[in-house]
């Protein structure tokens, strides 16, 4: 199984402030089958990224993805109001699909 | 629209059995894989298991093998989670989830979410 160590665990940040979240795989994450998502309270999770730098539908281009490998970052460009959430990555390219614990974002 | 809507959460007694179902709308059902992942009270997301679009392989997570099945109807539009020997740490919401294809891939659409409480 291959785990996803996501950090770091909170972020503290202003709207408007750029947010670098972290996502390292225990192991090489084949094909770049890494996906991240953005939960906000009493929702579903939402796809923001996924194949590691592909936006889903819909997704604003403040968001970004990249890396390879073991190592994975999600971007938000400009933090708005609305991006206030936790995020977690996951990997689809092993036997077992797994997320990491995921990264609150929260405001400061 | 597409749309996924699950039920068959409830209260139930450690040991005991449920059955989840998703109805899916606005898609070729049968093209595409189906998932469920579960989110404990307070906890992150947890893959549970998934189901192929054509040929129904399928996949469990070493927490629940053994003891849940997924399987789909493809004349209803609908995948199921069989849960059998229940356990309080299976108390969660579970949501179903569309893959982006038909096996490994990222979910692009998820329910609302049904919750399953396990106490006696």
């Known amino acids: 199984e291959i785990v996803l160590t996501q950090s770091p665990g909170t972020l503290s940040l202003s709207p408007g402030e750029r947010a670098t979240l972290s996502c390292r795989a225990s192991?090489?994450?084949?094909?770049?089958?890494l996906a991240w998502y953005q939960q906000k309270p009493g929702q579903a999770p939402r796809l923001l990224i996924y194949g590691a730098s592909s936006r889903a539908t819909g997704i604003p281009d403040r968001f970004s993805g990249s890396g390879s490998g073991t190592d994975f970052t999600l971007t938000i460009s400009r933090l708005e109001p609305e991006d206030f959430a936790v995020y977690y990555c996951?990997?689809?390219?092993?036997?077992?699909?797994?997320f990491g614990q995921g990264t609150k974002v929260e405001i400061k | 629209e597409v749309q996924l809507l699950e039920s068959g959460g409830g209260l139930v007694q450690p040991g005991g059995s449920l059955r989840l179902s998703c109805a899916a709308s606005g898609f070729t059902f049968s093209s595409y894989a189906m998932s469920w992942v579960r989110q404990a009270p307070g906890k992150g997301l947890e893959w549970v298991s998934a189901?192929?679009?054509?040929?129904?392989?399928?996949d469990y997570a070493d927490s629940v093998k053994g003891r849940f099945t997924i399987s789909r109807d493809k004349s209803k539009n609908t995948v199921y989670l069989q849960m059998n020997s229940l356990r309080a740490d299976d108390t969660a919401v579970y949501y179903c989830?569309?893959?982006?294809?038909?096996?490994?891939?990222?979910?692009?659409?998820w329910g609302q979410g049904t919750m399953v409480t396990v106490s006696s």
């Open positions: 989830a569309k893959g982006r294809s038909n096996w490994r891939a990222a979910f692009d659409i």
């Open positions: 192991q090489s994450v084949s094909s770049s089958y």
């Open positions: 996951q990997q689809y390219g092993s036997t077992l699909w797994t």
């Open positions: 189901i192929s679009g054509g040929s129904g392989n399928t």
